[in-house]
């Protein structure tokens, strides 16, 4: 994440990219890419909003990015390793991001997400990528992934009342999930 508290600007054009990606992907955690102006994350990577046009060409391609860097970031989890624990870190941002994410093309990053998912999964447990109950835990453990990262913080506020721990119910939620991945 870019400290916006410093005075120190960003220079160079890999510093200033990784700041775009960077600020879009915690951006697209809390809202959609529709939602997000080309002004606002200039200013949350801490750039000049026409460096948006300079190295990307536009606000959507900077997005674009984004996906593409988070989709390759969560595809290397799993692609030797099969399913993995839910994500219950403070840098599931990629989780919450695809969660959010409104998407116009034909074939969307999820799906490569999953297909890479079955395959990983399949290699890790000598199973056929079209095994029932192979396709049926990536299913399980994928909409845990994704729906763990879009609610988190709703769900510990609804249970607050019950006197939950944040990390004690992320330590359960990734040792549950992995049974669930077991088989």
């Known amino acids: 994440m870019t400290d916006l508290d410093t005075n120190e600007p960003i220079r160079g054009p890999e510093a200033v990219r990784k700041s775009l990606i960077d600020a879009a992907v915690q951006l697209m955690a809390m809202r959609s890419p529709r939602q997000i102006s080309g002004r606002e994350l200039a200013k949350h990577a801490g750039v000049n909003y026409g460096l948006i046009h300079h190295y990307f060409g536009s606000k959507d391609a900077v997005f674009a990015e984004a996906v593409a860097v988070a989709t390759e970031e969560m595809g290397e989890r799993w692609d030797s390793d099969g399913i993995l624990p839910v994500n219950t870190s403070d840098d599931a941002a990629s989780y919450r991001t695809f969660a959010k994410l409104e998407l116009d093309e034909v074939r969307s990053p999820m799906t490569d997400l999953i297909h890479r998912i079955v395959r990983g999964q399949a290699t890790a447990t000598g199973r056929a990528e079209d095994d029932p ?51």
């Open 133 to 183: 109950e192979l396709l049926a835990q990536v299913a399980l453990c994928a909409a845990l992934q994704f729906g763990w990262g879009a609610f988190e913080e709703e769900i510990v506020t609804g249970l607050q009342e019950f006197g939950v721990d944040r990390d004690a119910l992320r330590e359960k939620v990734s040792e549950l999930s992995m049974r669930l991945g077991d088989g």
